[in-house]
C-alpha cells in the first residue's frame, strides 16, 4: 500500500498521522479504517506505530481494501485524553478521500483498544463498527455501545491487561440488550494476542463488511443529571 505521512506541527490537532490507501485501486467507495496503537508508540517519532497491529501488516506487505488511517498519540497523553483531536482527523481525512459517512470503523490495541472503546462511547452514532484489541474501558457507560456492531479480542493469558478487562465491556452492554461479541484468543500473551487478532482472524474483514444503518447516538449515561 502507499502511504502519506503528516506532521503533528502542520495541522490544528497537534498529532502525527500517516494514511496508507491501496495501489492499484480507485479511492472512491472504499472504507476508512482507523487504528489506534498502544502506549509504546506515543509521542513524535511516526514510524513507532509500525511494531504492532495494522501498519505492522502493511509495512510487511499486506493489502487492505480500505483507506487507513494510523494517528500517533502524543507522549504525555492516552487516547482517552484526545477523542476530541482523534475526531477531528477522522473528519478530515473522511472529507479529504470522500468517505461514505456509513463505512468508518475503528479499531485498536493496548492502549489504542481503551481508545477504541472511548471513542466508541463518546460518538456513539458514528462508526460503523469497532473493534477493540487487548484493551477495556469504563463499563458504566457501556450503555453507549448498544447500536455499534463490536467484536472484541483478547489473549487468555495476557498478564499485562487481563481479559477480564474486556470482558466487563461485553458483558456490560450484553445485559442492556446489546450484541458484544468477545473472542478469548487460547494460549495467547499480550502482543501475542494483538498479533493474532490482526493476522489470523476475521477481524479485518468482518470490520471492513460493516455499514451502519442508525446514526442515532444513545443517550449519554446520567444524561438526566447533566
Not at 495541522?11 to 472504507?31: A, R, S, V
Not at 506505530?49 to 506487505?61: A, F
Request: proline residues 6%; glycine residues 10%; hydrophobic residues 35%.
Amino acid at each position: 500500500m502507499k502511504s502519506v505521512e503528516f506532521s503533528y506541527r502542520d495541522n490544528p490537532y497537534g498529532m502525527n498521522y500517516q494514511i496508507f490507501y491501496p495501489e492499484d485501486e480507485k479511492n472512491e467507495g472504499l472504507p476508512l479504517l482507523v487504528y489506534l496503537h498502544g502506549a509504546g508508540e506515543r509521542g513524535v517519532n511516526l514510524s513507532h506505530i509500525l511494531r504492532h497491529g495494522v501498519p505492522k501488516l502493511i509495512k510487511e506487505g499486506r493489502e487492505l481494501p480500505a483507506i487507513v488511517l494510523c494517528p500517533q498519540c502524543p507522549a504525555e497523553y492516552v487516547w482517552d485524553n484526545v477523542v476530541d483531536r482523534v475526531k477531528g482527523v477522522i473528519d478530515d481525512v473522511a472529507r479529504r478521500y470522500g468517505i461514505e459517512k456509513d463505512r468508518i470503523c475503528l479499531t485498536g490495541s493496548s492502549m489504542g483498544g481503551y481508545g477504541t472503546f472511548m471513542m466508541g462511547k463518546t460518538y456513539g452514532g458514528f462508526f460503523s463498527a469497532i473493534a477493540p484489541v487487548s484493551g477495556g474501558g469504563m463499563s458504566w457507560r457501556a450503555g453507549n455501545l448498544l447500536n455499534t456492531p463490536l467484536w472484541a479480542f483478547h489473549g487468555k493469558e495476557d498478564t499485562l491487561v487481563p481479559p477480564i478487562c474486556s470482558q466487563m465491556m461485553v458483558d456490560a452492554i450484553n445485559a442492556q440488550g446489546g450484541s458484544a461479541r468477545l473472542t478469548l484468543l487460547e494460549n495467547k500473551g499480550h502482543n501475542d494476542a494483538i498479533d493474532e487478532a490482526y493476522r489470523n482472524t476475521d477481524l479485518l474483514s468482518w470490520l471492513l463488511a460493516q455499514r451502519r444503518r442508525d446514526f442515532t447516538a444513545p443517550p449519554e449515561f446520567c444524561s438526566e443529571l447533566f
